[in-house]
């Protein structure tokens, strides 16, 4: 069994997760980002005072633990996370992993998959950050973030998932995925389990992208989790309404997989680059994509169809816990 989740200020126990957030994200870049340096530099005090206001409204609704899993190209700063963790007492895990190929794959590992090293190097990645730390920082991280595109899962994305397999097999961390506007669930939790990955050390995110509870059941009965992680977000990237998302939500609910389930918001809290300007009729739906829309919003209206707050609660405490320190069944055989 693990014996503590490291976050971003050093490993934790069982008792000291609490009530967590599986899926948020205190900075994000496109990759290319860094190239835009002259206009779209980040100013690092006024983003440590934007996250840590935010960090703070967190724990006003007893979030203690956020998971950020913030792609190894995507803006990663461990550092900064570490600073909003020192001044506000939230704990933050951070992740080792790449985005899909769409949106996030660098030539790097690509040049490397052409050499015939990359899959062995992805590997040797996941193990160091898991067990050494990241860089420098002497932080460790503490899941695997893979990504899949929409509607395939490419050669190139591959890789990433047969590495955190094996790397998970050796360390028992927790896998988070990314599927592309809800789509190959099943096919992700397939190919991580075919590849030896303890299927209750996944989570396969993003799944509330479909709003169809057969597709969900195929997921959930390999015995995963799955994230109901973008509350708030609509209107684009393929995001289903809130609406949808409860619906779908509250027939998983009602069938018994309570226990599989974790939510989130995949919120951005701080663009890397230039902020995107979002149309207004776009921004309209965004109005509520911010990180404690859940606590204020969603759970009354899941309250109101009959859920009670022990039920809800137990999505942000018991489910959390279970993933991060249950046995792996490599440890029970």
Not at 40 to 68: P, Y
Not at 71 to 96: H, M, Y
Not at 184 to 193: D, K, R, T, V
């Amino acid at each position: 069994m693990n014996q503590g989740v490291e976050t971003v200020t050093g490993a934790i126990t069982a008792d000291e997760l609490g009530k967590t957030l599986i899926h948020e994200h205190f900075l994000f870049g496109y990759p290319g980002y860094s190239g835009d340096l002259t206009l779209g530099g980040m100013n690092t005090k006024e983003a440590l005072e934007t996250a840590e206001t935010i960090a703070l409204s967190l724990r006003s609704f007893g979030v203690e633990t956020v998971v950020d899993p913030t792609p190894n190209e995507c803006g990663r700063n461990p550092e900064f996370l570490k600073e909003v963790s020192d001044r506000t007492g939230l704990q933050i895990v951070c992740a080792t992993g790449y985005y899909y190929e769409g949106e996030g794959a660098t030539p790097y590992f690509k040049f490397r998959q052409q050499l015939g090293t990359a899959e062995d190097e992805i590997y040797e990645m996941f193990m160091t950050e898991l067990t050494e730390g990241i860089g420098e920082t002497g932080v460790k991280a503490g899941v695997i973030k893979v990504a899949s595109s929409k509607d395939h899962i490419t050669s190139y994305e591959e890789m990433f998932f047969r590495a955190a397999a094996k790397a998970q097999k050796e360390t028992g961390a927790v896998i988070l995925t990314h599927t592309q506007e809800g789509t190959m669930g099943p096919e992700q939790a397939e190919l991580l389990i075919s590849e030896g990955a303890s299927p209750e050390k996944i989570v396969v995110g993003h799944m509330c992208g479909n709003t169809d509870p057969a597709y969900h059941r195929r997921v959930l009965e390999r015995g995963v989790y799955i994230g109901f992680d973008r509350f708030g977000l609509q209107g684009i990237a393929g995001a289903r309404p809130d609406a949808e998302k409860i619906e779908t939500l509250s027939v998983l609910l009602k069938e018994g997989y309570g226990n599989q389930i974790l939510l989130s918001h995949d919120t951005v809290n701080i663009w890397l680059g230039r902020p995107p300007e979002i149309p207004e009729p776009i921004a309209v739906q965004l109005r509520n994509w911010h990180p404690v829309h859940l606590f204020e919003n969603i759970l009354p209206k899941l309250n109101d169809r009959g859920f009670s707050e022990e039920e809800l609660e137990d999505l942000f405490t018991k489910n959390p816990q279970q993933l991060f320190f249950q046995k792996q069944q490599a440890d029970i055989r």
